[in-house]
Nanobody
Framework: QVQLVESGGDLVQVGGSLRLSCTAS????????MGWYRQAPGKQRELVASITSGGSTYYADSVKGRFTISRDNAKNTVSLQMNSLKPEDTAVYYC?????????????WGQGTQVTVSS
């Protein structure tokens, strides 16, 4: 059984920083892309950042220049460094990964971690 476990969510003041981490565990052969989504109250879940196994990255326009996604393939971990946080960054952040457990890739999700930015 595959699990993605997140950590690092917290309450932080405007302009502060947080680092989220997510580790994949269980039985799988390969991880393709990994990423972070977020969902604020009353809004749809949105992609924040993603990174491929080769290191190519994507960022939503709203976080470019403030957030950095990184990945440790040996540890099956993806991290999101969030700087210059704004109140609009407040959301539940979810880790997502495309993992191959046998012959195909499937998407897996973490349970979510709350990030609250207070003004």
């Amino acid at each position: 059984q595959v699990q993605l476990v997140e950590s690092g969510g917290d309450l932080v003041q405007v302009g502060g920083s947080l680092r989220l981490s997510c580790t994949a565990s269980g039985s799988f052969f390969e991880i393709r892309s990994m990423g972070w989504y977020r969902q604020a109250p009353g809004k749809q879940r949105e992609l924040v950042a993603s990174i491929t196994s080769g290191g190519s990255t994507y960022y939503a326009d709203s976080v470019k220049g403030r957030f950095t996604i990184s990945r440790d393939n040996a540890k099956n971990t993806v991290s999101l460094q969030m700087n210059s946080l704004k109140p609009e960054d407040t959301a539940v952040y979810y880790c997502n990964g495309e993992l191959r457990t046998w012959v195909r890739f499937d998407a897996y999700w973490g349970q979510g971690t709350q990030v609250t930015v207070s003004s």
